[in-house]
C-alpha cells in the first residue's frame, strides 16, 4: 500500500510541476526538486528493515561486508538523485558524468570486498 501513496504523491507532482512548467519554469523545477525530496524522505523510513538486516549480517562475521554493502547503497542512491536533477534541469552531460562517477565509486568501494570473495573462491577451488 505504501507504493500506492508514493505513486499517487508523484502523480500529484507530476501535474503540478506541468501546471507550473508553462508560465514559471524556475518554480516548476524547485516545486520538482521539492517533490523529490519529499518521497525521498518518503522511502527512506522503508530502509530501516534493510539496515537490520545488514545489523543481522555483522552477527555472523560479515560485518565489514554489510558496511561496504551499506556505502555502496548511499553511493547508488546519491548518485541518482543527482543524476535525475540534472536530467530534470536539462543537464544531460552532467547528469552521465555523476552516473559514471557514481559507478566507478561502488566499484571502488566493493574492491575489497570483492577481492576477498575471490579469494575465497581460490582457496576453494583449491
Same mark, same amino acid.
Given at each position: 500500500?505504501?507504493?500506492?501513496?508514493?505513486?499517487?504523491?508523484?502523480?500529484?507532482?507530476?501535474?503540478?510541476?506541468?501546471?507550473?512548467?508553462?508560465?514559471?519554469?524556475?518554480?516548476?523545477?524547485?516545486?520538482?526538486?521539492?517533490?523529490?525530496?519529499?518521497?525521498?524522505?518518503?522511502?527512506?523510513?522503508?530502509?530501516?528493515?534493510?539496515?537490520?538486516?545488514?545489523? $543481522?549480517?555483522?552477527?555472523?562475521?560479515? /560485518?565489514?561486508? #554489510? =558496511?561496504?554493502?551499506?556505502?555502496? !547503497? %548511499?553511493?547508488? @542512491?546519491? *548518485?541518482?538523485?543527482? $543524476?535525475?536533477?540534472?536530467?530534470?534541469? /536539462?543537464?544531460? #552531460? =552532467?547528469?552521465?558524468?555523476?552516473? !559514471? %562517477?557514481?559507478? @566507478?565509486? *561502488?566499484?571502488?568501494? $566493493?574492491?575489497?570486498?570483492?577481492?576477498?570473495?575471490?579469494? #575465497?573462491?581460490?582457496?576453494?577451488?583449491?
Amino acid at each position: 500500500m505504501l507504493i500506492l501513496k508514493a505513486a499517487a504523491l508523484a502523480l500529484i507532482l507530476c501535474v503540478f510541476t506541468l501546471v507550473l512548467k508553462k508560465d514559471q519554469p524556475a518554480f516548476a523545477f524547485l516545486a520538482s526538486t521539492c517533490g523529490v525530496v519529499c518521497l525521498l524522505a518518503f522511502s527512506a523510513g522503508q530502509l530501516i528493515p534493510l539496515i537490520q538486516w545488514l545489523r $543481522a549480517l555483522s552477527r555472523y562475521g560479515v /560485518g565489514g561486508s #554489510a =558496511a561496504t554493502l551499506l556505502q555502496i !547503497l %548511499g553511493i547508488a @542512491l546519491v *548518485a541518482q538523485f543527482s $543524476a535525475d536533477l540534472c536530467r530534470e534541469a /536539462g543537464l544531460g #552531460a =552532467a547528469a552521465s558524468a555523476i552516473d !559514471l %562517477g557514481g559507478r @566507478l565509486l *561502488a566499484l571502488v568501494q $566493493a574492491a575489497p570486498m570483492l577481492q576477498t570473495l575471490l579469494d #575465497a573462491f581460490s582457496g576453494f577451488l583449491r
